[in-house]
């Protein structure tokens, strides 16, 4: 981590670059697996152990993953991070690589799909016991955690798709007072908005496909923490079974970092401005969005995060038929599944992202067949009401 003091903007413009004696101004894609040494001495060397600018095997880290590890590390206020393949092989490399059979972890159980298997099917296939808890409700958590037993808490710091947050200062004290370690996918918080390591939290994982990357171009992850576990378990872990993220995604990464700051606040100004726009609009039963006082956690969203972010979502009366009509008639709001993207997407998560769920925990999690989730993006906020306004008028 930068001791520079650097604010954030300028944090995301040149955290981390490394120039070779070229002294090139855009960061450099390496895209090599390998580095060759000047001896056969110099690689027995590395391998006992690789100096701060030297590199053995892109699996292991190579210039340009590294460049976007040390931005994103000091964006989040972490002493390291390792970037990987995708934001479910950080998801899974932060848990797998520090639990053992027998250990017992609390996870909160409204999550992104994926993250539900790696708890519910892969961690307890291994013997590692999950109970789950309602994220909001601190007496879950509570109860949940058994002194030296509990390894590890896990929640989303906002969830997927009905945007709801979890205390990151009270679950963090409960975990740690049984001695667990505080692991945040903080994907719907965005890194902007992100807080979560002052709050507390102890790692914090990204989906870097979101608004990292911000464009929807390419798949990635990163894991934040402290070097040691960064370095002693995360990296073995990954390095040995093959989730490192890619130096040509790396590049990408590393320049989405620099508009994110820019990208996230214009999000998020006109998240609100949507948000409003619906919220009393009589063909909708519910707006769902942390920056209106109508959210149950308004106050803890403006605590935690200074912003409501820039997702929304919404009911349509008339269930499913009325979402579906309601999405074929946009014209500049994409239907899809992605979230962070400079395109504004809508997603039917019943149908869709969460339709492996069975029909009473859709229930449970507030999936009703007349939910949409908003992602929204950087067009013109008056166009983006506009066009959700034509959704509207065709249910
Ligand atoms: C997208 C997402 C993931 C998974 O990330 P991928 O890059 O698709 O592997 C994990 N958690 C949350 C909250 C997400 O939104």
Not at 193 to 209: C, I, N
Request: charge should be negative.
């Amino acid at each position: 981590m930068t001791d520079r003091n650097w604010k954030t903007r300028t944090t995301l413009v040149h955290e981390g670059s490394r120039r070779s004696q070229y002294g090139e101004m855009a960061e450099a894609i390496f895209l090599t697996q390998g580095f060759a040494y000047p001896s056969a001495e110099a690689a027995e060397a590395r391998f006992v152990k690789a100096g701060e600018d030297e590199f053995i095997y892109a699996r292991y880290g190579n210039p340009t993953t590294r460049m976007f590890e040390e931005r994103i590390a000091a964006l989040e206020g972490t002493e390291d991070a390792f970037a990987t393949a995708s934001g479910m092989a950080a998801v899974n490399g932060a848990l797998v690589s520090m639990l053992r059979a027998g250990d017992h972890v609390v996870s909160a159980r409204a999550l992104f799909g994926s993250c539900l298997y790696i708890l519910e099917e892969i961690l307890t296939r291994f013997g590692v016991e999950v109970t789950f808890v309602d994220g909001a409700n601190l007496d879950q958590w509570r109860a949940a955690v058994r002194p030296g037993v509990t390894k590890a808490v896990f929640f989303e710091s906002m969830s997927n798709p009905t945007l709801e947050l979890v205390d990151i200062r009270s679950v963090s004290d409960i975990a740690h007072a049984a001695g667990a370690l505080v692991i945040v996918d903080n994907v719907f918080s965005t890194p902007v908005f992100s807080r979560a390591v002052e709050l507390g939290a102890d790692v914090v994982v990204y989906s870097t496909t979101k608004h990292i990357d911000g464009q929807g171009r390419a798949l990635g992850g990163v894991i934040c923490g402290t070097t040691a576990y960064i370095r002693k378990t995360v990296e073995p872990y990954m390095k040995h079974t093959g989730g490192s993220m890619s130096p040509f995604t790396a590049w990408i990464m590393l320049n989405g970092m620099v508009t994110l700051d820019l990208r996230c606040r214009a999000m998020a100004d006109s998240a609100l401005q949507v948000a409003r726009a619906l919220e009393g609009d009589a063909r909708l039963s519910r707006v769902i969005f942390p920056g209106l006082a109508s959210h149950p956690q308004a106050a803890l969203a403006e605590a935690q995060m200074g912003s409501g972010g820039t997702m929304v979502a919404f009911e349509i009366r008339g269930g499913k038929e009325a979402a579906f009509r309601f999405m074929n008639a946009l014209e500049i709001i994409k239907i899809s599944n992605n979230l962070g993207d400079a395109k504004s997407i809508a997603t039917h998560p019943a149908t869709t992202t969460h339709q492996r769920l069975p029909d009473d925990q859709k229930v449970a999690l507030g999936i009703t067949p007349g939910l949409i989730r908003l992602s929204v993006g950087l067009e013109d906020a008056g166009d983006l009401i506009a066009d959700l306004r034509r959704g509207l008028d065709a249910v």
